[in-house]
């Protein structure tokens, strides 16, 4: 299902820029249809009969108890709520490509989204199906080495326990001055992940030059790593490093499920810078440096 989940993700994060609840099914010709909802009333993911759902839907408009219906079907993601729609028939598109199937089904309340969002679906699964000559994950990091960034610990509170969960992170990027936002890019196999896209509040730390060792141990997997880090509660109830370059707070905005990490936008309301000590770099796929002026003439910008 790797092509059906790539262009399903795709589809999923047009609708979260726009704000949009959408309802989105997917088949890749391999039998079996995906099927996904975000932002209404409730989240979950399926997976059931590709051509039943597709020939269903474009007979009439699927409704509730037909997809209900479906339920038994499903194996593995959250289980279908009792309210769930995914697909009608105006906007499934059927596609013939090397005698197999292309569908997709998507549910949005605006129809110029829903119908973004079909289009958008449609050329990820033309996309993927004909980039076989990408690079491995293991080539992409190796050159993607060769852009050297900052090493930031981002830091929230976990929903259950109430305590701070938080990693080792490289994938932050300053999106907004006015208003001033930053993307965090969080992977889903971190153990954190859940706490980051529910969270309100997350804090950034920018890691100095003698902070090397912090970063390995806080890219362990597990909130254990936090024990015997100084933190520091901040007002809105959260932590950050006590030591640290520069420290920000910021409040999420949005999330965007893209690929296997979940970009976190958030409006920074706090920024603090705490030292003038150089700060921790990383480059070269595992490697640790600092950052030094090559001479005191600055760049005007
Ligand atoms: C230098 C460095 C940069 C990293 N950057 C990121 C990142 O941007 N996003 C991410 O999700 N994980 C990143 N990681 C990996 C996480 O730190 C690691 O997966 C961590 O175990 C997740 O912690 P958790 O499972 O407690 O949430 C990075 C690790 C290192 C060492």
Redesign the pocket.
Known sequence: MNTAQAALESALSLATLHGEPIAIAIADGSGRCLASSRGGDADWTFETQARALAETSARTRQDSATLRSRRAESRGGTAVPENATVARGTSLLIRQRDGADFAVAARATSADIERACAERAVQMLDHVGTSKGRPASADLRQVMGSFVTG?IVAIAKDPVAQGP????????VSLSLEPPLVGL???H?????PAFVQCTDFTVSVLHSGQSDL??Q??????E?FSGVDLIGTAQGGWRLHDASATFSARTRNTLRTGD?TLIIGEVYEARLLTERPVLL?FGGGRFGKAEPRDTAAVAI
Do not use: D, E, M
Request: no cysteine; charged share 5%.
């Open positions: 090493v969960v938080g990693f080792t992170a490289t994938g932050l890019s969080v992977g196999a971190a153990s954190s992940h970063a390995i806080l890219a362990r997997s597990g909130p790593k990490h990383f």
